[in-house]
C-alpha cells in the first residue's frame, strides 16, 4: 500500500499529458490575432530568459512593450535581453535578477522596481519548475511550492500598489498566470504543501499548480469587489517543448525527446494564448478566467471551491506575515 501515494500522481499527470498530447495531435496551434500597439505600456516577465517566457517577452518587445525579463540566470537573462535588441533595434527591454525561491530576493526584486518609477501594466507570472528532487529552499519551503506559488503570490502582492495606480477603467492591469493542466490531477487537500513531507514530485508539481489557479480566482474577485481596474486570470500553454523537462528519469526523457518535437508546441506557438491575455481588447477587463489555445475554458471543479481559495489565501499570508486585507488599503 505504501507504493500508492507515489505511483498515484505519476499516472494521473500522465493520464492528462496523453490527453493533452491527443488534443495537439488533432487541432492546429492557436494563431494569436494581430494585436493593438502596446507602446507605452510596462511588462514584468518570470522566467523570461528562455523557452516560453522567453517569447512571451519577444513577442510583447515586437508590439512595443517595455518588457523587464526576471530571472535567476543572470547569463542567460543579459543573452535573453541582447538578443531581443539585435533583433529589434527599438525594443525596449531589460534584465533583473530574481530567485523566486528566496523569499528575499523578491523583495528586493520589488524594491529595485520601485525605485525605478515606472508603470506596470503587466505581470505574467510564469517561471516554474518541474518535477525537481525532493529539497527545501533557504526559507524552508518545498521547491515546487516556493518557485511555482509561494514566490509568485509574494511578487504579486507587493507589486498590487503599481498595477493598480497604473491601470485605469478603461485599460487595467493584468495579471498574467501561466498555469498547468496538471492543476487538473491535484490532491485539494493543501494542508502539506508548504513541506511536502511524504514527498512525490508528480504531486507536488500538479498541487503547486493548483494553488496558482486558486489564487489567480481569489485574487481577481478580491480586485473586483475592490473596484480596483487590475484583472488576474490564468493561461494553459499545453504542453511545450522547452526544458522544463530536463529533470525526468532518463528512461522517460529518451520517450519524450521524439514525441516533443512532433506533437509539443514550439514556445512560440504557446506564447500566443500568454500575449493575448495581455494586449487583446476583447479581454479588456475580463479575469478570473483559464484560457487554453486562445479561448476561455473550464478549468478543474477543485479551482473554482471559494472556500479552498479563501483557506488557502488565508494560510499563504499567514506564512508571509501579510495582512490578509492588504487589497483594502490599495
Not at 55 to 70: D, K, P, S, W
Not at 104 to 110: A, K, L, N, P, Q
Not at 270 to 276: F, K, N, P, R
Not at 298 to 318: I, P
Amino acid at each position: 500500500m505504501w507504493i500508492l501515494p507515489q505511483i498515484g500522481p505519476v499516472l494521473k499527470l500522465y493520464l492528462v499529458g496523453l490527453r493533452v498530447l491527443l488534443y495537439q495531435l488533432l487541432h492546429r496551434a492557436f494563431t494569436s490575432p494581430v494585436l493593438p500597439p502596446q507602446y507605452g505600456k510596462v511588462a514584468i516577465v518570470t522566467g523570461g530568459a528562455r523557452g516560453l517566457g522567453y517569447e512571451v517577452a519577444r513577442q510583447l518587445t515586437g508590439l512595443g512593450m517595455h518588457v523587464i525579463i526576471a530571472s535567476r540566470d543572470e547569463e542567460q537573462g543579459l543573452a535573453a535581453v541582447k538578443r531581443l535588441r539585435e533583433e529589434r533595434s527599438a525594443a525596449q527591454v531589460d534584465f533583473e535578477f530574481l530567485d523566486l525561491a528566496s523569499l528575499d530576493s523578491v523583495r528586493r526584486f520589488v524594491c529595485r522596481f520601485e525605485d525605478r518609477r515606472l508603470p506596470l501594466h503587466a505581470l505574467i507570472n510564469n517561471a516554474a519548475v518541474m518535477l525537481v528532487p525532493e529539497g527545501k529552499t533557504e526559507d524552508g519551503f518545498e521547491l515546487h511550492f516556493a518557485v511555482n506559488y509561494l514566490g509568485h503570490f509574494l511578487l504579486t502582492r507587493l507589486l498590487l500598489g503599481v498595477l493598480v495606480r497604473s491601470g485605469t477603467d478603461e485599460a487595467r492591469s493584468r495579471i498574467v498566470s501561466i498555469c498547468s493542466a496538471a492543476h487538473y490531477t491535484a490532491d485539494t487537500d493543501l494542508q502539506d504543501l508548504p513541506s511536502m513531507q511524504c514527498y512525490s514530485p508528480h504531486a507536488a508539481y500538479s498541487c503547486s499548480k493548483l494553488a496558482q489557479v486558486l489564487f489567480t480566482y481569489h485574487l481577481h474577485q478580491e480586485l473586483q469587489s475592490g473596484g480596483f481596474p487590475v484583472t488576474a486570470s490564468a493561461v494553459d500553454p499545453g504542453m511545450v517543448d522547452t526544458d522544463l523537462y530536463r529533470n525526468l528519469s532518463t528512461p522517460a526523457w529518451l520517450v519524450q525527446r521524439p514525441i516533443a518535437r512532433l506533437l509539443f508546441r514550439s514556445p512560440s506557438q504557446a506564447a500566443s494564448t500568454a500575449v493575448l491575455a495581455v494586449a487583446s481588447p476583447e479581454l479588456e477587463g475580463v479575469g478570473g478566467c483559464y484560457l487554453y489555445e486562445g479561448r476561455r475554458v473550464q478549468s478543474s471543479t477543485a479551482s473554482y471551491d471559494a472556500e479552498l481559495q479563501a483557506r488557502l489565501w488565508r494560510n499563504t499570508c499567514s506564512l508571509l506575515g501579510l495582512p490578509e486585507s492588504q487589497l483594502a488599503c490599495l
